[in-house]
């Protein structure tokens, strides 16, 4: 790959981050917009590092907590105002997050006096409408409920809904696994130029191709770890960073004997997740995204959080997947 500069920087690898929708948005917080900023603010200042280093960037984000209050205030407004469906509300957030992280980023870059920009693309992504999670919603979105307050709901909005812990019932949606990535080209173009990308937030717009081969919308979230490795390969990223809110990955999460991961092989990883070591509703789709990188040309993946980034990036936190 080619060697570049943009201002006093030479370019020569390319990272794709995925930054979870709890970086922005932390359970333990409200998270009203003001927060949000603030924590975007500080995310970006410790992403930073990518810029010294060298990297082209492409950056895509979690949706999860913006897309449940989006749906909550159409909740509460719905006899007053017409409710959006979940692909517009997917849509209306890339807006929303690609702002926050677009000024936070643009920012911390005046700061130091480096001139690059940040453009927010807004993304759809082509799913298959015969997907089976569309009948069989399994994804939680939104507020929590006790089982006759989530029951009552289902009936008045035609909700389906699932118990997610015990007295703990929430509405469940699609989340099919992308198939395609649409602006691909562009969005590669952008980043090999130097341009910092954020592209495919919250999964993508979920799209797909009708009987005339036309795009039209479906009501669904899709899997973001996925999209997130499948725009990875498009940008022909070397590295793949993960940002959650853990450290690292652990074997036996949360258990007397956990015992963390500094680094691990494909094979080693296919070995735990044979085992069960990892959680279907919050690592399982991490390492099957950080798998699909390394097995399409990926270098390395690593998974850490926010407060770790910088010891991550120059090997020394997080947990980093390798291929054998």
């Known amino acids: 790959m080619p060697h570049y500069a943009v201002g006093q920087i030479i370019m020569s690898k390319t990272v794709l981050i995925g930054l979870g929708g709890n970086a922005l948005a932390p359970k333990e917080e409200k998270g009203d917009v003001q927060q949000q900023f603030a924590r975007t603010r500080k995310t970006l200042s410790e992403v930073m590092e990518f ?7 492409c950056l895509t984000h979690g949706n999860g907590p913006q897309v449940g ?8 407004t719905y006899d007053a105002i017409p409710p959006l469906p979940l692909g517009v509300c997917v849509a209306g957030t890339q807006g929303t997050i690609g702002y926050m992280i677009q000024q936070s ?17 807004v993304t759809q992504v082509r799913v298959d409408e015969r997907d089976p999670s569309i009948t069989n919603p ?44 649409l602006h691909g080209k562009s969005i590669r173009a952008l980043v090999e130029r130097g341009t910092i990308v954020l592209a495919a937030g919250g999964g993508g717009i979920p799209v797909y191709n009708d009987e005339r081969n036309l795009l039209e919308g479906l009501d669904a979230v899709i899997d973001k770890d996925l999209t997130a490795a499948k ?22 999460y949360m258990q007397k004997n956990q015992k963390p991961i500094h680094e691990m092989t494909v ?24 798998l699909y990188f390394l097995e399409h040309g990926g270098q390395k993946a690593v998974i850490t959080n926010v407060a770790q980034l910088k010891d991550a990036i120059n090997g020394n936190a997080g947990t980093t997947i390798i291929n054998d």
């Open 231 to 252: 725009l990875a390969w498009i940008v022909r990223a070397h590295e793949y960073y993960i940002i959650t809110d853990v450290d690292k990955v652990y074997l036996n």
């Open 138 to 181: 399994t994804k939680y979105i939104g507020k929590r409920y006790s089982k006759e307050e989530a029951h009552n709901l289902s009936v008045k909005f035609n909700w389906k809904i699932k118990e997610q812990e015990i007295d703990c019932w929430r509405r469940v949606v699609p989340s099919p696994d992308p198939l395609y990535i």
């Open 51 to 57: 810029v010294r280093q060298g990297y082209n960037i």
């Open 105 to 121: 980023f643009q920012n911390a870059l005046r700061i130091e006096n480096i001139d690059r920009e940040v453009v927010t693309l």
């Open 267 to 290: 094979s080693e990883t296919l070995k735990y997740q044979s085992q069960g070591q990892f959680q279907k509703g919050s690592m399982f789709p991490k390492m099957r995204s950080a």
């Open 69 to 76: 209050a989006e749906l909550h205030r159409m909740d509460l």
